[in-house]
């Protein structure tokens, strides 16, 4: 099985954190997903949120395509517990259709609130793959556990 893309969109934009869950993982660019918004209603286990994603035909969200082995398929599903693999289109610096998967919860929960940590882990991610300024400024508007 040759190597798959993968659309990162939360604490795993951050190439750090993603080569310790999967060490193939290299970055081919900042993507546009359409025809889906980003959600924070994915319950953590310590309570807090997580970033989501649901199906919405009026927006989209930016993340990053990388290429992963497919040898670490199964460790990468194991750091997803409640999400589901999907199959998406996305835009590869945000022109270029790239099949990709991702990562999607049906698990969903009102008004929840994300660490601080995993909010600096996604805004670093965001920032290190340039991803567009009004999407950091929105990831930046995550609300916070105090």
């Known amino acids: 099985m040759a190597a798959f893309h993968y659309f990162a969109f939360g ?6 954190r993603l080569r310790e869950r999967a060490a193939s993982a ?7 997903l359409e025809g889906f918004r980003l959600c924070l209603d994915k319950l953590a286990s310590d309570g807090s949120g997580k970033l989501n994603l649901a199906r919405d035909v009026a927006t989209s969200v930016w993340g990053v395509v990388f290429r992963i082995d497919p040898a670490e398929l199964a460790a990468l599903d194991r750091f997803e517990p409640g999400y589901s693999q999907v199959s998406v289109t996305v835009h590869l610096r945000g022109v270029i259709p790239l099949e990709a998967r991702t990562y999607l919860s049906e698990q969903r929960a009102p008004g929840l609130r994300v660490q601080p940590g995993y909010r600096e882990l996604v805004l670093a991610g965001a920032r290190e793959h340039g991803l567009p300024a009004e999407w950091i400024e929105l990831l930046e508007r995550l609300p916070v556990r105090t």
């Open 11 to 16: 604490s795993n934009l951050h190439g750090a």
């Open 26 to 32: 290299r970055a081919l660019g900042a993507a546009r």
